[in-house]
């Protein structure tokens, strides 16, 4: 007995969908990936990253994780940072997290699963390092606070990786953004942090923070940060 055949169906319905409206797709698909972004986001159901940048598969390499952290030590997200700058050459990191996040929830209000309160403990000491900016007195808009200033502190975690660093001096030209994806309406915001040299990152990531310190919160859809230095 087929097991979860609605599953399945979908898949079919799917597959006869694609090849009707572009019979050689799966071919080009089969001979190879080249895509230009690497996208490090959350794993959370809601915040697929194919569909929130229209793009196909084959056009972007996605790594998610609860909270999207780039952790030190974490051999699955140094692997994945490898293979994409290294083979797949991209030409974009983007690490974006999103609204309502429940790992940055569980970081202010443990969610009582160990391993889930291990892995975000990272972000509860970044909720006491910007206590100023995180200390509002509303919850929803403290979590989201929060969620804008994981996204940047885990792109610059991203800019100062040994892959991206390798990169850079070598010549290759890679930019590095943080982003945020709202779930309440399907737009991402610019939390504006681009940076294509090792120089740029940490006042980058400063005027960001401080951008971030006295905006309205969550960020309107039509925020852009400023232009990389």
Partial sequence: MLVLPELFDNNRRWADATTASDPDFFTRLAAGQ?????WIGCSDSRAPANQIIGLRPGEVFVHRNIANLVRDGDANVVAVLDFAIASLLVSHVIVCGHYGCGGVRASL???????????????????????GIVGVDDEQK??????ELNALHQARAAARTRAVQQAWAGGQ????????YGIHDGRLRDLGFTVETEAQIEPAFSRAVERLAGASCPLPPSCRGPAPV
């Fill in 34 to 38: 080249t895509p230009q972004y690497l």
């Fill in 109 to 131: 209000d443990p969610a009582g699963i160990p391993s889930v309160d291990e892995w975000v403990e990272p972000i509860r000491a970044l909720g006491l390092q910007h206590r």
């Fill in 142 to 147: 403290r979590v989201d606070r929060l969620c």
């Fill in 173 to 180: 030209r890679i930019a590095v953004h943080a982003w945020i």
